[in-house]
């Protein structure tokens, strides 16, 4: 196998760098700044600032959008909704892509490339029906609108789905839902239109088949978004992850994905690539992280000697270098597997991707705040957001011991 880039991965790879650090970066600190303003003064904070659009259409005209586009099912969408060359990208290919982005926070959605709409996207790509394509798929990847995704219980384990209590229930040519959801990402944002709703159909047909994905209007009757929820102190505008209770929501069965009971079959084909692009930019963020640590222990003294000098911080920074390339080697063999088509190898390999890198990029980013002392802490330096968003990737998508568990069994039933 060979993780050299392509010449067209190299170049927009290339080009999406030099965006953030000629466009974005300059702007990111004040985005965040006016934000956590209009928080503090008790005024709406999730109206997403001007500059973003700004930024999302300067993208766009660059040719620099919707780069997740998968190659093997972006067909006319990546020629006409803005990607550069007209043409999606296989997964190893995006993979350097998605590691530039990582690097600031803001990059993914300034390139319409953030979660859940990547997710939804490739969903209503792959399952939906040419007039869900129509209605929901092609305002998103114009950035008209945003979507949020719906699968998440605050009453049950939701690490094991098919402990999901929430149902949807055919009524004649409708569905109705009803239940609860929690860390519904992306529904803070005003202009979250749509949800794909996961529920519960047949509670006794076969486990992986009593589940049924749905498409939500989120102005439907009966949708509530109940609050808003902080992790750990951060509430993400303007995206932001909420609370949503379904009460007795009646929408049309043509708004069902793929069809009834087909829920799983779904979400593992949405989440394998979603894992991916996670990790991609998770790694972004420890080098990002790494970087301000490194420039951090190089402009500050102590005792005399600069801080790469003190305390074994040296070893420190090396055990951070080989920790990084470690795990983009790692997501870069999974890449690789998916795009091959090797579904049982890649089954292994995405779940050890999803338990090492987040917990690199938490040691990678908890010692650049070791080296930044207080002020790492603090709003002043992206470290202490960076961390959250890191320790949030150990839980999204199936929390560590579930992917443990899914390599452990593959590797034990090679041998019984």
Not at 188 to 200: Q, R, Y
Not at 266 to 293: D, K, N
Not at 407 to 414: T, Y
Request: aromatic letters at 6%.
């Amino acid at each position: 196998m060979d993780f050299s880039p392509t010449p067209r991965s190299a170049d927009l790879t290339a080009r999406v760098t030099r965006f953030i650090a000629d466009e974005i970066a300059p702007r990111e600190a004040d985005i965040h700044h006016d934000i956590t303003r209009r928080r503090a003064a008790g005024e709406d904070s999730w109206a997403p600032p001007a500059q973003i659009a700004e930024l999302q259409a300067k993208a766009r005209s660059q040719g620099l959008w919707n780069l997740f586009l998968p190659a093997e099912h972006a067909g006319r969408y990546a020629a006409d909704f803005g990607t550069d060359g007209g043409a999606g990208l296989s997964n190893a290919d995006y993979a350097p892509v998605a590691e530039a982005m990582g690097s600031s926070m803001l990059a993914p959605l300034i390139f319409n490339c953030n979660a859940p709409d990547t997710g939804n996207m490739e969903v209503l790509l792959r399952y939906g029906s040419a007039e869900q394509r129509e209605q929901w798929l092609e305002p998103l990847l114009r950035a008209e609108i945003r979507s949020a995704f719906c699968m998440t219980e605050p009453a049950v384990a939701s690490s094991d789905a098919t402990n999901m209590a929430a149902t949807v229930i055919p009524d004649g040519d409708d569905v109705i839902v009803n239940g609860t959801k929690w860390f519904s990402t992306g529904v803070g944002h005003p202009d979250c239109k749509i949800l794909v709703f996961m529920g519960v159909t047949d509670p006794d047909a076969d486990r992986h088949s009593r589940h049924t994905m749905v498409l939500i209007p989120i102005d439907t009757p009966g949708v509530k978004v109940e609050r808003m929820l902080s992790t750990m102190g951060y509430f993400d505008e303007p995206l932001g992850h909420g609370e949503v209770s379904f009460t007795d929501v009646r929408v049309p069965a043509s708004n069902v994905l793929l069809g009834t009971g087909r829920a799983f079959e779904i979400a593992q084909g949405r989440l394998g690539p979603g894992r991916v692009h996670h990790c991609m930019r998770a790694i972004g963020l420890a080098e990002r992280a790494l970087e301000l640590g490194v420039r951090r222990a190089l402009s500050r003294e102590a005792f005399g000697r600069p801080l790469a000098k003190l305390g074994g911080n040296s070893e420190r920074i090396a055990d951070a270098r080989i920790a990084i390339n470690r795990s983009r080697l790692l997501v870069l063999h999974a890449a690789w597997l998916l795009d091959q088509g090797m579904s049982r190898a890649a089954l292994s390999a995405v779940s050890e991707i999803k338990v090492e890198v987040p917990n690199m990029a938490l040691d990678v980013i908890d010692l650049a705040i070791q080296l930044h002392g207080g002020g790492g802490l603090t709003d002043d330096f992206p470290l202490a957001a960076a961390w959250v968003g890191a320790r949030s990737l150990r839980l999204a998508d199936g929390p560590d011991e579930v992917h443990r568990s899914v390599v452990a069994r593959l590797e034990l039933g090679k041998y019984t």
